[in-house]
């Protein structure tokens, strides 16, 4: 059986990393049993948030690298489906494997669906409610035209129940953590992030800023910066190409980026673990960090007034301020919980790669 999994961003290869391990071990042991073939859309093209990941991550070389790169989202996605759909004629796969909500999603997802390929979305489900947030647009598209939809929590499957999506829906925990459990240690081994950083555990916290919403609003980025310095304390600020481009050519927001937030470039997968687990709080707009701050057992403060990891909120662990200065330093001050809260297996556990490739060779057994 022939899979084209498709990737494009930081997130995705996360996921994918644990997902392709199994296919590959699969592979050793019945031959052939299922193909893949991985397509990079070249949406993340920063040497930290594209190759670094494949080479930690052990993540096959991708056989199609179509170079895309940044774009206004329709013209991004358009090209991308232009190029994705010739390697689809090419290849002929039984199945397409798409994750998350970028772009590159919905490319890969649109481009199957018209050649009446069957399309597997991990990470199907999720909704924040939100529609101007152009990643709520692509998964509700993704979901809408699937085939197998692989749900990381009960609140994903009720979602789609909600909205009459009921065949070939599946509870199979977050792929993220799968990820998490095998890497922790080799992150643990092989990062030497604090020590180049000079930082002590526990004595800093941790702060990615990325979603359009925050960046490209000149007015938001301002606030949540002016939010962070306002707390002096030590503030980790691995930073965005998109971020980082704003924060230098507009003066208004250089200018409120305080002494004590220390900017760095993006940071490897492993260094970002090692991030995390030490922080004494995260900060950020991703929904991938929101997770990796429970795995950490780290609180999280999300800079945004919604979020799709809705369970992590009602657990009490993480808590949504928006971008106003005044309730980002109240959190930083003030934000607490206890470790227990962490306890919950509200994710699965970490057995989401093997659940995944049962139920695509039952369902594509012939």
Known sequence: MKIITILGARPQFIKAASLSRYIKNLNNSIPQELKEIIIHTGQHYDYNMNDTFFQELEIPEP???LGIGSDSPARQTGRMMMEIEKVLYLEKPDLVIVYGDTNSTLAGSLSAVKLNIPIAHVEAGLRSYDRTMSEEVNRVLTDTISTLLFC???NALHNLKKEGIINDVYLVGDIMLETYQYYQDKARKNSKILEDLQLY????MLC?????????NIENLKNILTGLTMSQQLIILP???RTKKVIEQNYQVKEALGENIKVIEPVSYFDMLILEKNAKKIITDSGGVQKEAYFCKVPCITLRENTEWLE???QGVNTLVGVAPKKILEAINNFRTEEVKFNEPLFGE???????VEIIL???AN
């Open 312 to 314: 992590t909120v009602e």
């Open 152 to 154: 990381p929590t009960k």
């Open 201 to 204: 555990p526990k004595k800093f």
């Open 362 to 364: 039952k369902k594509f």
């Open 239 to 241: 930073v965005h190409p």
């Open 350 to 356: 970490g057995k989401t790669s093997s659940k995944i």
């Open 63 to 65: 056989e199609y690298h």
């Open 208 to 216: 990615t800023i990325h979603r359009a919403s925050n960046t490209d």
